[in-house]
């Protein structure tokens, strides 16, 4: 066992761990003021639920077994995880009890990001229970798929530490929930604008924190890899920002700070899937191509095609992370890519680039289709949208009975 490296490992789970209230912040201050707890409470949520669902279940879905699709009942509430000594990973250097909790760590911020697709609008309980039979069904898989061992492992792509995974699975879900519910009841009839912006830079600022755990830790060592993703995570995050802030300056006269903040997400999305496998050098680039992307996603595509993804959970995570992934494919180092034969598109080999659009692409139908098999199940048992009334004095009151900013003068819409 190397103690450095589990000292490394352990901030960097904490790290990760922190990224979920951050996320919190982010969202309920780009919120409306009516809502702006119930959009915190359901990316709080999963802090509790989908941390005992890892412990019953999800750590031995995720890695047990060597079934292409998804792990067994070995290790059911941590069976055979030893918390002291690495019996099940042979690789690692670090407790095998360690990794499961790092691991853990991603489920909960995941299961998270969806809910910003459907703010304002969709029933407390119904996202509960979605949240469960997402992660077992969705989240799960796809882990043991990528990092397990499972098929998208065998066709030989690579996802460093979530596109795949994390990003596009949570964003094509949220925009599988937006379509399902439609519409919030004043959309393209109001002005929707953040409540609360320095609620937004708290939270994109230690987002940005705890991404350096979420993409350095998952080289699962303190070693050269996890610099490089450190660096890389960075840095592609830096010229998102810078970015999209040239962006807004071009199309609208003046950049914003929601859009800045904004920006350096999507650029830490997009390095995730890459970030111990490229370059500094294309890290910029990748950081510097994704908000152009992005921003148009948003701004016009969405408007065309009429969806209300409330808070872009598809136009920065979903497309941030397809854009990590296809990149990753393109610029993956011989150096750093884990399989000989296996490097970036610009180093003479298109089979990685094959492999990560597979992954890819496979990773949106399954994951649409199975969300979407979900949330119309739970819709035959109960209402999953919030009522007319209930959606106009707000979640807050509605869901909730508390109030973020109390008045006695009804300024509280």
Same mark, same amino acid.
């Given at each position: 066992m190397d103690t450095?490296?589990?000292? #490394?490992?352990?901030?960097?789970?904490?790290?990760? $761990?922190?990224?979920?209230?951050?996320?919190?912040?982010? *969202?309920?201050?780009?919120?409306?003021?009516?809502?702006?707890?119930?959009?915190?409470?359901?990316?709080? =949520?999963?802090? =509790?639920?989908?941390?005992?669902?890892?412990?019953?279940?999800?750590?031995? #879905?995720?890695f047990s077994g060597s079934n292409s699709w998804v792990g067994n009942f070995n290790h059911l509430f941590m069976n055979g995880v030893d918390m002291a000594k690495n019996s099940l990973f042979p =690789?690692?250097?670090?407790?095998?009890?360690?990794?499961?909790? #790092?691991?853990?760590?991603?489920?909960?911020?995941?299961?998270?990001?969806?809910?910003?697709?459907?703010v304002g609008r969709m029933r407390f309980t119904p996202i509960l229970i979605f949240m469960t039979a997402w992660l077992i069904l969705v989240y799960y898989p796809l882990a043991h798929m990528v990092w397990g061992g499972g098929f998208l492992a065998q066709i030989h792509a690579i996802d460093f530490a979530g596109g795949d995974v994390v990003h596009i699975s949570s964003g094509v879900t949220g925009l599988v929930l937006a379509l399902v519910l439609g519409k919030r009841r004043d959309y393209e009839r109001l002005d929707y604008r953040p409540h609360n912006i320095p609620f937004v830079v708290l939270g994109a600022g230690l987002l940005w924190f705890g991404w350096f755990g979420f993409n350095a830790g998952s080289a699962l060592a303190a070693n050269g890899v996890a610099i490089n993703a450190f660096m890389t995570t960075n840095t592609a995050a830096a010229?998102?920002?810078?970015?999209?802030?040239?962006?807004?300056?071009?199309?609208?006269?003046?950049?914003?700070?929601?859009?800045?903040?904004?920006?350096?997400?999507?650029?830490?999305?997009?390095?995730?899937?890459?970030?111990?496998?490229?370059?500094?050098?294309?890290?910029?680039?990748?950081?510097?191509?994704?908000?152009?992307?992005s921003y148009f996603m948003i701004s016009v595509v969405k408007k065309k095609l009429g969806y209300d993804d409330a808070l872009d959970a598809?136009?920065?995570?979903?497309?941030?992370?397809?854009?990590?992934?296809?990149?990753?494919?393109?610029? =993956?180092?011989?150096?750093?890519?884990?399989?000989?034969? *296996?490097?970036?598109?610009?180093?003479?080999?298109?089979?990685?680039?094959?492999?990560?659009?597979?992954?890819?692409?496979?990773?949106?139908? $399954?994951?649409?289709?199975?969300?979407?098999?979900?949330?119309?199940?739970?819709?035959?048992?109960?209402?999953?949208?919030?009522?007319?009334?209930?959606?106009?004095?707000?979640?807050?009151?509605?869901?909730?009975?508390?109030?973020?900013?109390?008045? $006695?003068l009804g300024l509280d819409s």
């Amino acid at each position: 066992m190397d103690t450095g490296s589990t000292a #490394f490992i352990l901030i960097c789970a904490a790290l990760v $761990f922190l990224m979920t209230p951050a996320l919190a912040f982010f *969202y309920g201050g780009l919120g409306r003021r009516k809502n702006v707890l119930n959009t915190m409470m359901m990316s709080l =949520a999963p802090m =509790a639920l989908a941390s005992i669902l890892w412990v019953i279940i999800g750590f031995s #879905f995720s890695f047990s077994g060597s079934n292409s699709w998804v792990g067994n009942f070995n290790h059911l509430f941590m069976n055979g995880v030893d918390m002291a000594k690495n019996s099940l990973f042979p =690789a690692n250097h670090i407790p095998d009890g360690l990794f499961s909790g #790092f691991q853990m760590m991603f489920s909960i911020i995941t299961v998270a990001l969806i809910t910003g697709s459907v703010v304002g609008r969709m029933r407390f309980t119904p996202i509960l229970i979605f949240m469960t039979a997402w992660l077992i069904l969705v989240y799960y898989p796809l882990a043991h798929m990528v990092w397990g061992g499972g098929f998208l492992a065998q066709i030989h792509a690579i996802d460093f530490a979530g596109g795949d995974v994390v990003h596009i699975s949570s964003g094509v879900t949220g925009l599988v929930l937006a379509l399902v519910l439609g519409k919030r009841r004043d959309y393209e009839r109001l002005d929707y604008r953040p409540h609360n912006i320095p609620f937004v830079v708290l939270g994109a600022g230690l987002l940005w924190f705890g991404w350096f755990g979420f993409n350095a830790g998952s080289a699962l060592a303190a070693n050269g890899v996890a610099i490089n993703a450190f660096m890389t995570t960075n840095t592609a995050a830096a010229a998102a920002m810078f970015s999209w802030m040239i962006v807004e300056k071009i199309l609208i006269g003046k950049p914003s700070i929601v859009g800045a903040c904004s920006g350096a997400v999507v650029g830490l999305v997009a390095i995730t899937p890459g970030a111990g496998f490229v370059s500094l050098w294309s890290s910029l680039i990748i950081g510097l191509l994704v908000s152009p992307l992005s921003y148009f996603m948003i701004s016009v595509v969405k408007k065309k095609l009429g969806y209300d993804d409330a808070l872009d959970a598809f136009g920065c995570h979903g497309i941030g992370g397809m854009f990590g992934g296809i990149m990753t494919g393109i610029f =993956a180092t011989p150096a750093l890519a884990p399989e000989k034969g *296996y490097a970036g598109l610009i180093y003479g080999s298109g089979k990685l680039l094959l492999a990560n659009v597979s992954a890819v692409v496979f990773t949106v139908i $399954f994951t649409a289709l199975v969300s979407w098999i979900i949330i119309k199940v739970i819709a035959l048992f109960m209402p999953i949208r919030v009522s007319d009334r209930a959606e106009a004095i707000g979640l807050d009151d509605s869901e909730h009975e508390e109030t973020a900013y109390p008045t $006695f003068l009804g300024l509280d819409s």
